[in-house]
Nanobody
């Protein structure tokens, strides 16, 4: 069974940095798309950054120049380096993986991690 486990959240002061990690476990050939979303209280979940297996990346305008997404395809892991954090970055961050080619279960779509809390506050 393929699962996503995300980690790395915590409490940080404004201007600080955090690095989130998300590892996909299971018998996997390839993951086409991996992404980070976030959801703040009373707001809808929004895309933060995404990375395709071909190296293409996209970012929300609100995080451009501050956040960087990267992948280690050999480890089926995606990272989110977050710098210059602001209070408005406070949210639960969720890892997402889409179009996962597995050894036993065919192609899986739209899997989510359990979420990790990021709080930016002084």
């Amino acid at each position: 069974q393929v699962q996503l486990v995300d980690s790395g959240g915590g409490l940080v002061q404004p201007g600080g940095s955090l690095r989130l990690s998300c590892a996909a476990s299971g018998r996997i050939f390839n993951i086409n798309e991996m992404a980070w979303y976030r959801q703040a209280p009373e707001k809808e979940r929004e895309l933060v950054a995404a990375a395709s297996s071909d190296g293409t990346t996209i970012y929300a305008d609100s995080v451009k120049g501050r956040f960087a997404i990267s992948r280690d395809n050999a480890k089926n892991t995606v990272y989110l380096q977050m710098n210059s954090l602001k209070p408005e970055d406070t949210a639960v961050y969720y890892c997402n993986a889409n179009r996962i080619l597995t050894m036993n279960d065919g192609t899986l779509y739209d899997l989510w991690g359990q979420g990790t809390q990021v709080t930016v506050s002084s």
